[in-house]
């Protein structure tokens, strides 16, 4: 398997094919000499839109062995006195948009940025983020709730649902809260089995039609009082409640209520096609314990099938099943690890079975070559295959995080690994993939400069990495962690945290990146007055905004968080695009010669007035009517880059790509012409004037004809 480094705009990812792992022979301790880092950039300024005159700053945080050499472009070409990790705009003006980018380097090597494209827009208001209400739920009687998740009603208002510990009965039951549009409480529902069972809620979900399903554990005594009984049984069990929080259905698995066993430990709930509900569980008496699988289809909730999973052995050590994935197109997917008596992990596996839960196929990290994995999550692409998520442990305290790509067979197409060399302990924590089929990885890592830090990237489905960044943490020594993601119908993505904060303990935090990578914005909820607020889930909805779910301690009582964040879109021009027209110039070019090269431009609330060509990132030309070219030629072979600055009708400049031309001269005493002579009418007396443009070397001898 060979092993190779990309160096991503922020992190480091470290890749591996399928041929054969690179080895490095150890040196004598005598002849060992101290290793030297490549460079590397931990973090790094996104694009970004700016206003006219305002001041504005780009960076870099690099990391690597001293010294570090710094150097910054614009539009490819080196500024001057630009050797720091930094570059300041007093006033941004017209003249300043453009692409940027660092290279840092030091004795190893050096590696690039990613593109920092600045274009000017005057009318810039930044997206807002606004917390409509916040819903904490209490009891007259005292209580602790732990939420689960909350929901979108599509009324304006929310559904939640949680655990409700009562301190009155000592009991435990669902909790179904609904607010409306303001905020206030409508309704209450603790669903239960029995008068006599004790509840505890681990899962929730949206069907189709809006209803939500809330699954979890539930405990009730074979006989007698359930606090004294010492043969209490427990089962799954789920209900599913209407957008009014009304029960509509419940269910609870047949296969466990027999008291055949005395446990169930819920290991995972995942919805399929048509509303249909996968679960996976295990459950346990004395030393046995069996795992299953059932499938439960609405409406009703009724079970479909239920299959025991024989643990069979291997090498004496049984596998251990710990999550499930469903595929759209027909599969259920499960994963196992297995360990030795130690407990140290050996390897991982995972199942395809077909939605009526037959066997199809199966594949083990062993039987692909590679080590012991932990499986941490299953997502599915549009086109058939699964990407599956691992952490990967190389020592107790050193983790990394393996991503697999598998087609509808099995086969492994690619596998990622994300390490930052300054890092340990990297870690997955939430995980979607978005409209377009690429996942978005949320985790942490553990980095000696600055601690616990949230990283946040993407991977396509040819498992090439568009951007990862890390957030600085919210101040030293903080416990950050992303606990959920919710993408938007741009591909936007919007994490919600746990952040140190600054008058309380702990704060919940929702922060937007774009499809590009770049922070749109982090607002915080924290009330001074409570020790911590934990986040616990987000959902996001096109007209609704978003709502958040969380708990907060208040005295000796845990309460349920539900918050209703808005989202105020921004209001600015629409800046105008250009893309050049390629074709003519997608070869290399024979010169000496001069050529005509044309802009495709767009402005959606407005219109283009001028193109500023630059060559070699200086004034070439301008053209004020549309459709906007320039004209060059070329009388010495070389390739020179041509870029264009788009001006529109309310003060907005933005930039073009890049546009390479080569030419090649045989030779430069060849003349050409400059200028188009297309037919024209002669009417009246008017006097014209004919000029071909000519470009020659002296001596020039012309010859006209007619």
């Known amino acids: 398997m060979i092993l190779f480094f990309l160096v991503l705009p922020q992190i480091l990812m470290l890749a591996a094919t399928e041929a054969s792992w690179q080895t490095r022979q150890a040196l004598p301790m005598e002849e060992q000499v101290e ?15 700016i206003p006219i005159n305002a001041s504005f700053e780009l960076f870099v945080e690099a990391s690597g062995s001293e010294p570090l ?36 380097s030091n ?66 039951r669902f909790l179904i809260a609904t607010h409306d549009a303001g905020g206030t409480l409508k309704k209450a529902s603790f669903p239960s089995y029995s008068d006599l ?58 296969a466990l209520r027999d008291g055949a066993f005395d446990t169930f430990q819920w290991l995972d709930l995942r919805q399929g096609p048509g509303d249909s509900l996968f679960l996976l569980g295990q459950a346990t008496r004395g030393d046995e314990d069996r795992f299953f699988m059932e499938r439960m289809d609405v409406p009703g909730g009724q079970s479909s099938w239920f299959r025991w999973l024989d643990s069979e052995q291997s090498e004496n050590s049984p596998w251990t099943p710990n999550g499930l994935g469903v595929h759209s197109q027909g599969r259920l997917y499960l994963s196992s690890t297995r360990a030795d008596d130690a407990g140290v992990l050996l390897e991982s596996k995972i199942t395809a079975f077909d939605l ?32 599956v998520v691992h952490e990967r442990w190389n020592t107790p305290e050193d983790a990394d995080i393996e991503i697999w790509l598998l087609n509808a ?43 616990r830090q949230i990283l946040l990237g993407t991977l396509q489905q040819d498992g090439t990495s568009s951007w990862f960044v890390l957030l600085p943490p919210s101040m030293a020594g903080a416990e950050d962690k992303v606990t959920d993601l919710a993408i938007d119908d741009q591909d936007s993505i919007i994490l919600v945290a746990n952040r140190a904060g600054v008058a309380s303990g702990g704060d919940i935090a929702t922060i937007k990146f774009n499809r590009e990578g770049s922070l749109v914005w982090e607002a915080r909820f924290s009330e001074p007055e409570l020790s911590d607020q934990i986040a616990s889930g987000v959902e996001w909805a096109q007209d609704d905004g978003l709502i958040l779910s969380g708990f907060t301690q208040v005295g000796d009582e845990t309460r349920m968080i539900t918050l209703k964040q808005s989202i105020k879109k921004s209001q600015a021009n629409e800046l105008p695009q250009a893309s050049w027209v390629r074709e003519p110039f997608a070869g290399t070019l024979a010169g000496p010669g001069s050529w005509v090269a044309e802009l495709i431009t ?42 264009a600055r788009i001006f529109d009708d309310q003060g907005g400049v933005n930039i073009s790509g890049a546009l390479h031309v080569t030419v090649k001269v045989t030779d ?35 010859q006209w004809f007619l």
């Open 668 to 702: 430069e005493n060849i003349p050409f012409f400059t200028k188009p002579m297309d037919p024209f009418i002669l009417s009246g007396q008017d006097p014209i004037t004919l000029d071909p443009g000519v470009s020659a070397l002296p001596p020039l001898r012309l």
């Open 356 to 387: 009526s839960g037959d066997f199809l196929w199966e594949t083990s990290s062993t039987a692909l070559g590679l080590g012991p994995l932990q499986p941490i999550d299953m997502l599915q692409t549009a086109n058939g295959a699964t990407y």
């Open 197 to 254: 069972s004790r509840e505890q809620a681990l899962a929730a979900m949206t069907l189709s039609n809006g209803w939500i399903v809330v699954g979890g554990r539930s405990r009730l005594p074979l006989d007698g009082d359930p606090a004294v009984d010492p043969k209490p049984i427990e089962f799954p069990f789920l209900v599913a409640v209407n957008t009014q929080g009304e029960e509509k259905w419940r269910h609870a698995s047949p």
């Open 602 to 643: 767009s402005d959606k609330d407005g219109s283009v007035t001028r193109v500023d060509f630059l060559q070699d990132n200086q004034f070439h030309s301008s053209d004020s009517e549309p459709p906007f070219s320039m004209t060059f030629e070329a009388r010495v072979s070389g390739t020179t880059t041509y870029y």
């Open 409 to 451: 067979s099995g086969t492994l197409l690619w596998r990622q690994i994300i390490a930052l060399p300054d890092g340990t302990a990297e870690r997955p924590s939430a995980m979607k993939v978005n409209h377009q089929g690429d996942l978005i990885l949320a985790g942490t890592t553990e980095t000696a400069l600055q601690g």
């Open 35 to 49: 290793e030297l880092e490549p460079p590397f950039l931990l973090t790094q300024t996104g694009s970004a839109s």
């Open 69 to 104: 050499h710094y150097q910054w472009f614009f539009n490819e070409v080196p500024i001057e006195d630009a050797q720091t990790t930094k570059l300041f705009f007093e006033t941004f003006q017209a003249e300043q948009v453009g692409h940027y980018h660092i290279t840092v």
């Open 107 to 172: 004795a190893a090597g050096i590696t690039q940025s990613a593109p920092m494209t600045l274009s000017l827009n005057p009318s810039l208001t930044p997206e807002q983020i606004l917390i409509d209400w916040d819903a904490k739920y209490e009891s007259d009687e005292g209580s602790n709730v732990f939420p689960v998740k909350a929901f979108h009603d599509g009324l304006g208002g929310s559904l939640s649902a949680g655990t409700f510990y009562s301190k009155e009965d000592q009991k435990s």
